[in-house]
């Protein structure tokens, strides 16, 4: 059983530039969620996928986007990128109520990303 | 909103000592987990806390919940280095079970 991989792990991009962020969740896993780490803080929810649609999302603007494909991988889309968006950016992956389990998250191993 | 209080934020102790770290929240949860993070990686599992008066216990770690005190406890009995790293509590409610809740974190270093 494979657990949750994030890509890329590091990531440096200048203010105004648009990233991707990429995670491949635990195997039988179809559920994402998405957080981002400011340093010293705590992981703050941005939103969530399951089957492909965003089901939830946090005090985010629309700038921060995302998708899920059929294989239950996600991506985080930010645009217009700002300073304040250097954080650690984490996936989690989890199984949906009643599945089993008790839905706890799983989390990959982050994407630090770095906005000059 | 629900705002998830976590103290103290910075605890240094000696190894062989004991501590608990508190964790509040302001509204009616019903789970409660408890997340470590050492330096520069992700979050690993601890405990999941289910019901008012779970107790669960881990090596030399120990979460309760009372629910209706909304408080968590992570007690660590005869510290050692090893559990050196940030402690985290998220707080998440049953109709929207995957948006966690994170409190500040408190960040532990066991002196050896």
């Known amino acids: 059983e494979t657990g949750v991989t994030q890509s890329p792990t590091h990531l440096i991009k200048t203010r105004g530039q648009q990233v991707t962020l990429r995670c491949s969740s635990q195997?039988?896993?179809?559920?994402v969620s998405w957080y981002q780490q400011a340093l010293g803080q705590g992981p703050q929810f941005i939103f969530q996928?399951?089957?492909?649609?965003?089901?939830g999302r946090g005090n985010f603007p629309p700038r921060f986007s995302g998708l899920q494909f059929p294989n239950y991988s996600s991506e985080l889309n930010v645009n217009a990128l700002e300073l304040d968006d250097s954080a650690l950016y984490l996936c989690?992956?989890?199984?949906?109520?009643?599945?089993?389990?008790?839905?706890?998250?799983?989390f990959g191993p982050g994407t630090r990303l770095l906005v000059l | 909103e629900l705002k998830v209080e976590q103290n103290p934020l910075f605890l240094s102790m000696q190894e062989g000592k004991n501590y608990t770290i508190y964790c509040n929240y302001s509204?009616?949860?019903?789970?409660l987990y408890w997340y470590r993070q050492d330096p520069g990686k992700s979050l690993e599992s601890l405990f999941v806390?289910?019901?008012?008066?779970a107790v669960k216990q881990e090596g030399r770690l120990m979460a309760s919940l009372d629910t209706k005190a909304r408080l968590s406890t992570l007690h660590i009995t005869a510290a050692v280095h090893d559990l050196s790293a940030t402690y985290f509590c998220?707080?998440?409610?049953?109709?929207?079970?995957?948006?966690?809740?994170f409190g500040s974190g408190t960040k532990l270093n066991v002196k050896p």
């Open positions: 989690a992956s989890s199984l949906p109520p009643g599945q089993g389990g008790q839905e706890t998250q799983y």
């Open positions: 195997s039988g896993h179809n559920t």
């Open positions: 996928y399951y089957r492909e649609e965003e089901n």
């Open positions: 509204t009616t949860s019903d789970r």
């Open positions: 806390l289910l019901s008012n008066g």
């Open positions: 998220a707080v998440a409610f049953s109709k929207d079970f995957n948006k966690f809740y």
